[in-house]
């Protein structure tokens, strides 16, 4: 192939993107790109700069110009916002919150999904929620990653919990429904599966096997 492999993994919460993104990144030498962290960043920057949320244009003014940078290989991703490593404050449950907010708004996406698009021509590992229908359409291999949303919610519930003993399982369910709800019927990049992705149904499969079988399929596809 001539050009740089770009792999797309789109899906909802708790399907496993971050860690099979991670691990087909390292496989594959390629530079893995969490675009969840990216909005998450957008995220805090608007709690901290006191712009109302609910201003589209403030916000989406906000995210065009706020420096976001990603560093680090696959395993040790750190997340920078203007200079400052930020990588453990955006995964507090507010900012959570506010970025499944802000990533509604079209001008934080279109800014967004610039700055991805621009990365990406490297050679990148993507994940997201609409990486392979938005952001590189014509990506090498797409894929869509899925579970039932009890096991998505369990998953996700084990990693909170590892942060903050006090996490409530219910309550890590009813913010992830909450959230797919919001991610896929949005207007602007709503999560849907590409006509062209690899589906994969992850409930019940270790991380070894979904890996096995996304290794196969880039194996396939690139051949």
Known sequence: MGRPLIIAIDGPSGAGKSTLGRMLARALNLL????????????????????NPADDVAVGSLADKVEIDLKGDPDAMEVFLEGRDVTEAIREDAVTNMSSIVS???????????????????GAVLNGRDIGTVVFPNADVKFYLTAVPQERAQRRFVEERAQDPSVDFEATFVEMTMRDQRDSTREDSPLKIAEDAVVIDSTGLSINKVFDKMMAAVEEQTA
């Open 32 to 51: 893995y790109i969490d675009t969840g962290s990216m909005y998450r960043a957008v995220a805090l920057a608007v709690m901290e700069s006191g712009v």
């Open 104 to 122: 509604t708004i079209p001008a934080v996406r279109r800014a967004m999904v610039a700055r991805q698009r621009e990365m990406g021509q490297r």
